[in-house]
């Protein structure tokens, strides 16, 4: 591994709203969850936990907070006016599922945070980030905003970061973020390749006879992939598309996270992963300067069903200095018998890097529909890119501690759909991200403090 550039992975802390509102189609976990009473303190701090964990095995580990819940601005701009107190009360008569869905804490799965380019594969040597447009649910197109300003208050030199707008928020550029992209490369310091997978082409389908899911949507589009990695300047020999198989997007598999993860010149993938399997690995292997790793589960061993279930492929698959890799995966890959066997069988004695399995509880996070891949966002950073970062943002022992103490302070143990209209749950989510980001020391990054 090349010394001077790591891989950070920036987990989102889960915010003070965490509730099972259901508001995610096509995210089976999340809609069978809908409605049962969730746990913000216990979800927070299992995050917490994981990332420690991660921090303690020499992973460098990174911080974002979550968004403003509820998002009283986007209620006014619906039409409820009044107090406070007033808007939340008439939006929980009037119109209960935007009232869930301003109050979602989804900001946790930063994987869906942004699309990110290292500095060592952008031709202007700097990082680039374009935030996710986020456009297919009304509960999430409310974050790009504040996410933007968030990686601009970390992120802040220009010399080393560039930043760009959002994709236009329309379904034709559909973009869902890290979440469908992987970049592959001999090692982080290494030039690399950038797979995006997408569901469905905006401007295409009318003169193609390619498959397209039937039971539920196909959320990224090619042509939103292909408008990011122009805007990185990502050349045609740095990038490969290949369209989502939608058998697997039926199935639950609303993110290409869900179905495949990779790390360094590693694939880990389901065999229904993509559309033309052979296809996307014969690009990768044209156009990566390391051989290319592919490790593939098949149907018979893990069905489309358990790999949705148990989130197997929404792991981390992390680099070890002495070259091996460690695939954190969550509690329910361990109670399921099929994922379990292949984990043992398959991975860990099979032919490939993978020398050690982590299993983390993130089970508060997992109701929802995200496991330990979807609660970060992979940047890789040189070491005076780094030192560049602005903020306290970089996980230690102090910030571990201080926001454990946060975290029991300001949250709440128990929280049902029904409770979100309470005027004091807003008033306590304002009085803990005021808190924070004077912890974390990004500055005015919320609406309310820019008010």
């Known amino acids: 591994m090349t010394a001077d550039y790591r891989e950070v992975n920036f987990d989102g802390l889960v915010g003070p709203t965490h509730n099972y509102a259901g508001l995610a189609v096509g995210n089976v976990a999340s809609m069978r969850h809908g409605g049962l009473v969730a746990n913000p303190r216990e979800a927070a701090l299992q995050g917490l936990a994981k990332m420690k964990a991660l921090m303690d095995a020499g992973y460098l580990q990174g911080v974002l907070p979550p968004q403003q819940r509820p998002d009283l601005g986007a209620l006014r701009a619906l039409g409820f006016t009044g107090s406070d107190e007033r808007v939340l009360a008439r939006a929980a008569g009037e119109a209960p599922q935007i009232l869930r869905a301003v109050c979602s804490a989804s900001s946790m799965w930063t994987a869906n945070a942004a699309t990110v380019t290292p500095s060592v594969d952008a031709p202007d040597g700097r990082v680039h980030f374009t935030p996710a447009n986020l456009q297919s649910s009304f509960h999430r197109f409310l974050e790009p905003a504040t996410t933007g300003r968030v990686l601009q208050a970390i992120f802040r030199d220009e010399t080393r970061f560039a930043h760009h707008p959002a994709l236009p928020a329309t379904p034709a550029f559909s973009d869902e973020g890290a979440a469908n992209h992987t970049r592959l490369a001999g090692d982080h310091g290494e030039p690399g390749v950038h797979l995006f997978a997408y569901g469905r082409e905006a401007f295409g389908w009318g003169s193609q006879s390619l498959p397209v899911p039937q039971r539920f949507p196909a959320r990224q589009t090619l042509e939103a992939s292909q408008a990011v990695a122009r805007q990185h300047g990502l050349a045609d020999h740095q990038t490969v598309f290949a369209q989502q198989h939608p058998d697997a997007i039926d199935a639950g598999v609303f993110h290409n996270d869900v179905i495949a993860v990779g790390n360094g010149p590693v694939l880990l993938y389901h065999e229904m992963a993509f559309f033309d399997e052979q296809g996307a690995l014969e690009a990768l292997r044209e156009r990566m300067s390391a051989p290319l790793i592919p490790v593939r589960v098949p149907v018979e061993a893990v069905s489309l069903a358990d790999a949705v279930g148990s989130y197997l492929f929404n792991s981390q698959l992390l680099s070890n200095p002495d070259g091996s890799m460690t695939l954190v995966v969550p509690g329910e890959c361990q109670e399921n018998e099929s994922v379990w066997r292949t984990v043992q069988d398959h991975l860990l004695a099979g032919a490939n890097p993978i020398g050690e399995v982590v299993v ?27 030192t560049a970062l602005a903020g306290r943002v970089l996980l230690d022992d102090a910030l571990h501690g201080e926001l454990v103490a946060w975290v029991e302070r300001h949250y709440r143990d128990h929280l049902a759909p029904e409770e979100l209209a309470d005027p004091a749950l807003a008033r306590e989510a304002l009085a803990a991200l005021d808190e924070l980001s004077a912890i974390l020391e990004i500055g005015s990054v919320y609406p309310f403090q820019q008010a």
């Open 360 to 386: 983390k509880d993130v089970k508060q996070s997992m109701r929802n529909g995200g496991g330990p891949a979807c609660l970060r966002l992979r940047v890789v950073l040189g070491a005076e890119e780094r």
